[in-house]
Every structure is written in structure tokens, then in C-alpha cells.
């Protein structure tokens, strides 16, 4: 019974979690041990039997032994375990890799690595909001220990497909889209970052307007597939009118309501774009900078990436930093913390992006002191 016993306590400490390790230690009883050991029996070099006995002058170093012993177990056992990290994004690995890479920067550093201890398993819409659903019960049915989502569908479709917690990377207004009952305390199985989009648009327009000064109307594309993109088009009309400014929007859900949507800027007159960072905008990038291009239509980007690859200019937060800290909650409830008691963070990092050659080919003049300001030109 004392073997059965102690085969038990063993048992249990190599599944516990970390934090019941030490505790379960000290639970193991000292006199279940100490029969053990009286049981356990040797044979000498002429093959006789003897009892090993109990001696209280080693009993206590070899009971600590024993608990280092079977916490290492523990330990092993726990390191063996490769956890599996969903991605329900935007857009492909290719396109999206800094932010990966920042993200797995980040999950490195807390101990996880992929192809060691971790497996990300990537799904991507592709620029079509309507896809998040049947990709979301999907990567739910592949057993994910979290999922991270980028985008007001994507998290909503995570946090509807299953009980699997969610780490949104970035989210416009997540109490808005009624994904987290507040910031501060979100509840329920999301968590994550919000992006303040709205608030990011009235500054995006103060510098169009400082940028292209005789700029009298301004497009907006909005998707009625994404929850937050009414309410973002609203805001931009809003904050518009307040600096003497014209908002003109335009549906835009697909490529091919898209390509209709920056045919129509030309025919209005439209002297300049704001646009979101939002999942078709992001599929359809080449399209767009090529089009404003050849049509001379300045645009102000919601991400740096679209200047990386041709784009006028954008402002906003720096992404790779909001997937990098993205890392550190994934970590926090993989170790046990319940997503909703982990507050909506907001990005803590913001910055301008300027691309000279563009202006230069727009025949656009940048003020010397937005130049100044500007977090990086690229030449």
C-alpha cells in the first residue's frame, strides 16, 4: 500500500502545474516515505537479501532527493509539451512576415520556439472578411491552445467558433464590436489590443491637410462586411467638416467593388485618400498604390507597410510592437491566466512615415517641419 501510495503522489506531482509544484512536495507525507524505504530491500555480493532500514540521519537528505528528483519529472514533463498558437489574419505569412517575426521575438523570449515547443498554425482570408467564419471553426477543430486574430471579423469569428482563448493583436473599438464587455476588465475568453482607430483618423486628416493644403475632398472606403467600418466612416466625416474638409465614402468589399470604388474618386474630383488598415485594403496593396500612381492621388496610410511599397505617407501605430507584445499575453494564458482578466491594452507606439521619391513624383512639396517630424523618409 505505502509503494501504491507513493506511486500515487509521483503520479500527481508530474501533472500539476507550476505554480503546485513546491506545494505538492511538502504534501507528500514523511511517514508514506519513510515505510517505503524500510520496504526496499538490496542484495549483497553473495546474493543475500537485506532490508535497507531507516535511519533518521539520511531520511531527510533523501527525502529532499527524492522531491528534486520528481519535481525535475515534473519539469520535463511540462518542457515536453508543444503548444499549438492559431492565426486567423488579414493576409498571407509572406506579406505579413515583420510582424511575425516580431511576434515570435516576443514568445522566444518567454520560453517558447517554434519547431521546438510551439507550432503556429496560419490561416489567412485574404483580403475577404466573409471567409473569417468557416476559417475560424476550422482552426477551432485543429485544437489550439490560443488564437490570435488581427481585425474587428476575425475576432468576433474566433470568439464565436468555439471556447478557445483569443489574443486580438490589434481591434479598432472591441467594446463597440461588444467583443469585451470594457478595457479595463474584457470578460469571457478574448483579450488583446486595441489599435484606436477612430481617434487615429481626425490626426491623419490634420496632416493631409497640413501635406496638400488646397486638398478640399477627401475618400474614404468603407466595408459594410467589417462591424467597425460604418463608424469609422462617420468619424472621418466628422472630423472632416471640423477642418474645413470634405468626406466622400465609398463601398468598397471586394476587388471588384474596390477597383468601381477608386474609379469613382477620379471621376469626383477626389484630391486625396484616407484609408484604414483594413483586411481588403490590405489584400488589394499593390492595387491601390499603382492606381493612385498613375491617377496622381495622394493617400494617407493607416500602416507603414503601403509606404514601404510605394505609398505617400502614413500614421500610425507600429505594428510589429503590438504583435510583440501580443507574445507576452499569449504567454500568460498559456501558463493558466484567464483571458478575460487581462486588460485591452493600447498601442504605446506611434509614428509617421514619409516616402520622398513618391512626393516627388506627385509633385508634392513636404513642409520642412513635417519632414522634421517624420519617424523615417524613405528616399
Known sequence: MAKRAMAEKVTELL?????????????????TFQRLVRQITYRDLNGDSHHLGFRKTWSVPVFVLFSLLALSFAALAQSAKVYRIGFLETRSVSSNRPNLDAFLRGLKEAGYVEGRNLVIDYRSADGRSDRFEELARDLV?????????RGTPAALAARDAGSVPVIMVAIAD????????????????????TTIVSELHGKRLELIKELLPSVKRIGHFVNPVNPNASVQGIEVQRRALSLGLEARLFEAKNAETLNRALEATVAQGVGA????VEGLILANQATIIDFTARHKIAVMYSAREFVEAGGLISYGVHYPDLYYRAASYVAKVIKGARPGDLPIEQPSRFELVINVKTAKALG????????????????
Open 15 to 31: 501533472t500539476i502545474p507550476d505554480h503546485a509544484k513546491v506545494s505538492t512536495v511538502a504534501a507528500i507525507n514523511y511517514a
Open 141 to 149: 477543430r485543429a485544437k489550439p491552445d490560443v488564437i490570435v486574430t
Open 174 to 193: 472591441p467594446v463597440a464590436a461588444k467583443v469585451a464587455a470594457s478595457l479595463a476588465r474584457p470578460g469571457g475568453q478574448v483579450t488583446g489590443f
Open 273 to 276: 485618400l484616407l484609408l484604414s
Open 364 to 379: 508634392i512639396q513636404i513642409p520642412r517641419h513635417m519632414l522634421v517630424l517624420a519617424d523615417e523618409l524613405i528616399q
